[in-house]
């Protein structure tokens, strides 16, 4: 599966930002996808993830009530609605493709994209 990540950009604090990560290739469905978030000096970090098929989807703490995700199947593209964004949501935001359920564990997931970087001033 190839994926491809969009709409990161600088924003003020309290600002919003839609990501997009455009998939292609076979059996799309079945695939969950996380977004990640790498903040400079730190790891790569879950923060959100929707499964494949049934579309449950999880939050890690730090983003409840502020992110939104959803997937679009017939335009095999996952969206990232952020909203009130901080300084410390500042990073480079990946999307990944794992086999059905999600996991918070980076090596669980088959395919990345590049990245889109975001950028929060205060």
């Known amino acids: 599966l190839l994926l491809v990540e969009s709409g990161g950009g600088l924003v003020q604090t309290g600002g919003s930002l839609t990501l997009s990560c455009a998939a292609s290739?076979?059996?799309?469905?079945?695939?969950?996808i996380a977004w990640f978030r790498q903040a400079p000096g730190k790891e790569r970090e879950e923060l959100s993830c929707?499964?494949?098929?049934?579309?449950?989807?999880d939050y890690t703490d730090s983003v409840k009530g502020r992110f939104i995700i959803s997937r679009d199947n017939d335009k095999m593209t996952v969206y990232l609605q952020m909203s009130s964004l901080q300084p410390e949501d500042t990073g480079v935001y990946y999307c990944?493709?794992?086999?059905?359920?999600?996991?918070?564990?980076?090596?669980?997931?088959?395919?990345w994209g590049q990245g889109t970087q975001v950028t929060v001033s205060s």
């Open positions: 990944a493709a794992g086999s059905y359920y999600c996991s918070e564990h980076a090596s669980f997931y088959d395919s």
């Open positions: 290739g076979p059996t799309y469905d079945y695939y969950s």
């Open positions: 929707i499964q494949g098929s049934n579309s449950i989807t």
